[in-house]
């Protein structure tokens, strides 16, 4: 029997109804983020790489780059790489490591003057959200602020509140200042001068001119962002809190495939010269990075020194000759001669770890605007390709420095830790940012879009792992918001959405979080058009990398202002919904955390205060003794062998400076060599405190 045609219609509709629903239940499991996760670092390998034609032995190189990592004999006025990285990979020395806010957008060259921030020039800061008058010049603590200061307790956090509860409430001091690490005293490089140094010959030494910089004055100046760990830096996509250390390493510098002159030199096939080659190794970012420092004027050397001058300078001497090695050194002891030191000279340590074709052509040659002439006055292959070496062998001597050994890893957490571990992934909401096995999004994908909490919860495009949170206005330093040398965008997004990707990275739209286009099956090429067509707010500006918290007891100060003394004043920051200003005032027009260009200006439609804060940067409300237990959870996941300095994390011996006496002559502590499983005499305390960590240093020689 035929059914009615009202029967009909009533059929083909609720057909309708239920496609409609498998459709708007599938986008919506599809369009769902997967839920983060942790897990135990143990069995994850990092990715390198590929080496083949470069490296001939990779234990070579391995060992090559702990002694240039280590060695003092490397930087200007006696700074290594480790000077800055002594401490599971990080620093915790308290004197002369304040910086004044020399990356602040409001100051035409910065600000140069510590202290707190009482005024800005030619700015429209509201006068509530900068420090109350008589605090300029001056620590939180009321102190005089300037180089070569030691801090106290009182000095952090560098933002202080009325109510450590209400990121609205008075403030009582901020300020721009950063707290870092001292590296090189103000100089210029003039040139090489040959010296004579036992069993070597064609040495060389810097010749350097001390000058006078407005803000350091002629203190060792310091770096205006704060030390992050090189400890599991290997797993990082990008490096550098702004990420400017790319994935691609191009053998002279950190830029990738951005450095438009880059090339290392080849001997050609015929062997009767060389050519420009343009390296292009991926997953290479700690090389990258690792050719940054050394000619850093605030790190490392004096301004306007190169690699090939540096290469000259290190080729023909004898490896940590200054320093001693541990006999049961795990990379490094085997190679003890009889009087426990390294026999042999950089180049030779080269030789043996590199192809010969990158260093035994003959000639001298001057490199110039990406090309290469002969020049008898000019450098050989191997110093001119000094800094590939440089950068390949610390990757791989990095590449080691892997601490799988935490309690977390090894599922021994206290009552205590275990319930920090459930508010970690649970109301503290950490978990959003600190997932995985390294706590940091490091592997994850590139590009994403998420709801925001500002701006009437409009999405925005960001670089995954890179979070603006609100420790200091954006303006004050826009981190991944910045530009290279050659004036393309750090980040990822502005490449994609500007049409003009030069890094390598992948994009999966239908991937994101929040699509642009609600179809199923998702179509890449229509959520691109969608996308471009929206002209789509972007999360950038004031985005810093996320740390891994691993070891994170022993790496104070925090955040990359490093202004946050303890574990403590870290979740009372995170619980009150961090430092950004005007939530709780509708009329007020300034935004510590905007989307413009300086975080001022505001590009969401008809919302005058969007905000690239972090949408779980929120209100916690957690209780003491949950803070407690976060604590607790955070401090479970330090390596005992990082803290005791045991391999693979020993060390030859080093010297620090920290600050000066009123002479001006520097103030020295050592740090003893260790090795093996013989590491330091007393343990690092792992107490998430700036000061206790300090405490534990040896004292001045």
């Known amino acids: 029997m035929k059914r009615s045609f009202q029967a009909k219609i009533k059929q083909r509709c609720a057909e309708i109804a239920i496609l409609v629903f498998v459709v708007l239940i599938s986008y919506t499991i599809h369009a769902q983020e997967v839920p983060p996760t942790l897990s135990s670092l143990k069995g994850v390998t990092p990715k390198l790489p590929n080496l083949t034609g470069i490296v001939t032995d990779r234990q070579a190189a391995i060992a090559l780059g702990k002694m240039l990592f280590w060695d003092q004999q490397v930087g200007s006025d006696g700074q290594a790489c480790a000077s800055c990285h002594f401490a599971a990979g990080a620093?915790?020395?308290?004197?002369?490591?304040?910086?004044?806010?020399?990356?602040?957008?409001?100051?035409?060259?910065?600000?140069?003057?510590?202290?707190?921030?009482?005024?800005?020039?030619?700015?429209?800061?509201?006068?509530?959200?900068?420090?109350?008058?008589?605090?300029?010049?001056?620590?939180?603590?009321?102190?005089?602020?300037?180089?070569?200061?030691?801090?106290?307790?009182?000095?952090?956090?560098?933002?202080?509140?009325?109510?450590?509860?209400?990121?609205?409430?008075?403030?009582?001091?901020?300020?721009?200042?950063?707290?870092?690490?001292?590296?090189?005293?103000?100089?210029?490089?003039?040139?090489?001068?040959?010296?004579?140094?036992?069993?070597?010959?064609?040495?060389?030494?810097?010749?350097?001119?001390?000058?006078?910089?407005?803000?350091?004055?002629?203190?060792?100046?310091?770096?205006?962002?704060?030390t992050p760990t090189t400890i599991n830096a290997v797993f990082n996509f990008r490096n550098f809190w702004d990420g400017r250390a790319n994935n691609t390493f191009n053998g002279f510098d950190p830029f990738g495939n951005r450095s438009p002159a880059a090339f290392v030199l080849e001997k050609s096939k015929n062997k009767r010269g060389v050519k420009p080659t343009k390296l292009k190794l991926k997953n290479a970012s700690l090389a990258s990075q690792a050719v940054g420092p050394p000619l850093s004027a605030f790190e490392m050397s004096c301004a306007g020194k190169t690699f090939p001058k540096l290469g000259r300078k290190l080729l023909s001497r004898q490896p940590l000759a200054l320093q001693t090695v541990h006999t049961e050194d795990s990379v490094l002891g085997p190679l003890l001669n009889a009087n426990g030191t390294i026999s042999g000279t950089y180049s030779q340590k080269i030789r043996a770890a590199f192809d010969p074709k990158w260093w035994s052509a003959s000639g001298k040659f001057t490199r110039k605007n990406g090309s290469i002439k002969a020049d008898p006055n000019g450098f050989t292959q191997e110093e001119i390709n000094f800094?590939?070496?440089?950068?390949?062998?610390?990757?791989?001597?990095?590449?080691?420095?892997?601490?799988?050994?935490?309690?977390?890893?090894?599922?021994?957490?206290?009552?205590?830790?275990?319930?920090?571990?459930?508010i970690f992934v649970g109301k503290g909401k950490c978990i959003a940012c600190h997932s995985g096995p390294l706590f940091n999004k490091a592997n994850e994908g590139r590009i994403e879009r998420m709801r925001m909490a500002e701006g009437n919860s409009q999405p925005a495009v960001y670089d995954n792992a890179f979070y603006n949170i609100g420790v200091v206005p954006t303006v004050a330093d826009v981190g991944l918001g910045g530009k290279d040398p050659f004036g393309n965008p750090l980040s990822f997004t502005r490449q994609f959405l500007g049409n003009k990707k030069i890094d390598n990275f992948g994009t999966d739209l239908c991937n994101f979080e929040v699509l642009i286009l609600a179809e199923d099956p998702c179509n890449p090429a229509n959520q691109l058009a969608a996308l471009v067509k929206a002209n789509?707010?972007?999360?950038?500006?004031?985005?810093?990398?996320?740390?891994?918290?691993?070891?994170?007891?022993?790496?104070?100060?925090?955040?990359?202002?490093?202004?946050?003394?303890?574990?403590?004043?870290?979740?009372?920051?995170?619980?009150?919904?961090?430092?950004?200003?005007?939530?709780?005032?509708?009329?007020?027009?300034?935004?510590?955390?905007?989307?413009?260009?300086?975080?001022?200006?505001?590009?969401?439609v008809n919302q005058r205060k969007g905000s690239n804060l972090d949408p779980d940067i929120t209100v916690l409300g957690l209780t003491d003794s949950e803070k407690h237990d976060l604590v607790a959870f955070m401090k479970a996941l330090t390596d005992p062998r990082v803290a005791c300095d045991k391999a693979p994390f020993d060390h030859p011996s080093i010297k620090l400076f920290n600050g000066h006496d009123d002479s001006g002559a520097d103030q020295i502590f050592t740090i003893p060599a260790t090795g093996g499983t013989n590491g330091l005499q007393s343990c690092r305390p792992n107490s998430g405190d700036l000061f206790q960590e300090a405490a534990a240093l040896p004292p001045n020689d």
């Open 91 to 226: 620093d915790t020395r308290l004197k002369n490591q304040y910086s004044p806010g020399v990356l602040d957008q409001r100051f035409s060259r910065g600000d140069l003057t510590f202290g707190g921030l009482t005024s800005v020039p030619n700015d429209t800061t509201d006068p509530r959200d900068l420090s109350p008058s008589g605090t300029a010049g001056r620590t939180a603590g009321g102190s005089d602020a300037g180089p070569n200061y030691l801090p106290n307790l009182a000095d952090f956090p560098f933002h202080q509140l009325a109510d450590p509860l209400d990121r609205d409430s008075a403030i009582l001091f901020t300020t721009n200042d950063v707290f870092s690490s001292q590296g090189v005293k103000p100089s210029k490089f003039v040139n090489l001068q040959a010296i004579v140094l036992p069993g070597t010959t064609d040495a060389f030494d810097e010749v350097c001119t001390q000058e006078f910089d407005a803000a350091f004055l002629f203190h060792r100046k310091v770096e205006p962002r704060h």
């Open 387 to 422: 800094s590939m070496f440089w950068g390949i062998a610390i990757m791989l001597y990095e590449s080691t420095l892997l601490s799988d050994d935490a309690p977390f890893d090894n599922d021994q957490l206290s009552d205590a830790e275990r319930r920090g571990q459930e």
């Open 536 to 604: 789509e707010r972007q999360a950038v500006d004031g985005a810093f990398k996320t740390p891994t918290l691993r070891n994170i007891g022993l790496t104070p100060p925090y955040f990359h202002t490093g202004s946050y003394a303890t574990l403590e004043s870290v979740v009372d920051f995170y619980n009150r919904g961090g430092n950004r200003r005007g939530h709780h005032q509708p009329t007020d027009l300034n935004d510590t955390s905007g989307t413009g260009p300086l975080g001022n200006s505001d590009p969401v």
